[in-house]
């Protein structure tokens, strides 16, 4: 079992490559709103505190954290540098957790192996609605802002690379 040891908001601002010209996606799941509205928005103010412009910054919806992938595939056509997939599935009475969860960490881990846009995996998988917004702005920071800084990262190394 993971442990988490640091805020997933800290991160060395310094270390961060510039994002002024890079254009990102960022595709979230209606479903468990109250959890990726916030995901999102720490997502989209690390962006722009990183100098990534609002105008460069493409936030699609769709119904659940299952059909993050075909919006993340979509989005990959859309000339961004990076796209963030931001879900959250909370466990339940029956399997369709561990479906839902292995099925989108497998379409996303695909979309990064078939196409050159990296995809950044945002999909809380938690044991329970307070471990879900512990995450998403509360004790353990938001995953949100570790997705941005993942995402500039990737995006910096398609670049160059």
Request: net charge negative.
């Amino acid at each position: 079992m993971a442990t988490i040891n640091r805020n997933l908001s800290d991160y060395d601002k310094t270390a961060i490559p510039s994002a002024k010209d890079f254009r990102f996606g960022i595709v979230v799941s209606e479903w468990n709103d109250s959890i990726t509205d916030g995901l999102q928005q720490g997502a989209y103010d690390t962006l722009i505190e990183n100098g990534v412009l609002p105008e460069n910054i493409t936030t699609w919806y769709v119904p659940g954290s299952f059909e993050l992938i075909y919006g993340s595939k979509k989005m990959q056509d859309q000339n961004v540098d990076a796209v963030i997939a931001i879900g959250c599935v909370i466990q339940g009475e029956t399997k369709h957790f561990d479906f839902v969860c292995e099925g989108v960490t497998q379409g996303i881990k695909d979309l990064n192996i078939l196409k050159d846009t990296p995809v950044i995996f945002c999909v809380l998988t938690d044991n329970t609605m307070q471990q879900s917004i512990d995450r998403s702005g509360g004790k353990h920071g938001n995953k949100g802002i570790e997705a941005a800084v993942a995402a500039i990262k990737m995006a910096d190394l398609r670049k160059n690379s």
